[in-house]
């Protein structure tokens, strides 16, 4: 599967129906989004089963700033309609399937617990 290119208008509709979607934050200006870019094409080939999504950061202001995107390339992962991963960055290709993979055996029923977790003590310390 190709990548897509995410909006405003498509973002919460591709993270509520998928169950993993790979984000890359990029704009046309930085050297290493462009270097990553064959690297991420590559891999969701490879992945047909997951999601992999483009957002430029230039067009998609609204999206960087919500999820506050200070440096590009940023890998971001859903999986569940959670973010499992967000690291900036370019990967290698081997870094990349090792963080698919690591994704991929991740116990939801316990990432979702620890999420409940942590909105408990935040709420506790409000």
Do not use: Y
Not at 44 to 60: G, M, R, Y
Not at 94 to 118: F, N, P
Request: glycine share 6%; with cysteine.
């Amino acid at each position: 599967m190709a990548t897509i290119e995410l909006t405003k208008e498509n973002f919460e509709a591709t993270i509520n129906t998928n169950d993993t979607v790979l984000l890359d934050f990029w704009a046309s200006w930085c050297g290493p989004c462009q270097q990553f870019a064959p690297v991420f094409e590559a891999m969701s080939e490879s992945h047909p089963d997951i999601v992999f999504a483009k957002i430029n950061t230039e067009e998609q202001q609204e999206i960087a700033g919500h999820f506050q995107i200070r440096s590009i390339p940023t890998l971001m992962i859903f999986r569940e309609q959670i973010i499992v991963f967000s690291q900036p960055g370019a990967l290698p290709p081997a870094g990349l399937e090792s963080i698919i993979e690591k994704v991929a055996a991740l116990d939801m029923s316990e990432v979702r617990r620890q999420v409940v977790e942590q909105g408990m003590e935040q709420g506790g310390q409000a």
